[in-house]
């Protein structure tokens, strides 16, 4: 859910660090949304999907979801 519009970037990340998929680069106005994440091509392990969103007054919001995927 976004409460006010932002310019939103949500990526997945490997246990290592290493960026593996960038669901969503851009702006976001008010409202709720939902992106999909494909694994088909994934190991089974530990990954990391991270939203950041920053409004247009300089304000930052930043969460880290830990996700195990198993095969």
């Given at each position: ?14 246990i ?10 851009g702006?976001?106005?008010?409202g ?18 991270q ?8 304000k ?6 830990k996700?195990?995927l198993?095969?």
């Amino acid at each position: 859910q976004i409460v006010q519009t932002s310019f939103i970037t949500i990526e997945v990340f490997d246990i290592t660090g290493r960026g593996i998929a960038l669901l969503k680069n851009g702006t976001a106005t008010q409202g709720n949304y939902s992106v999909e994440f494909r694994a088909d091509n994934l190991p089974s392990g530990v990954y990391f999907l991270q939203l950041i969103a920053k409004t247009t007054d300089r304000k930052q919001f930043t969460a880290t979801k830990k996700m195990l995927l198993t095969k």
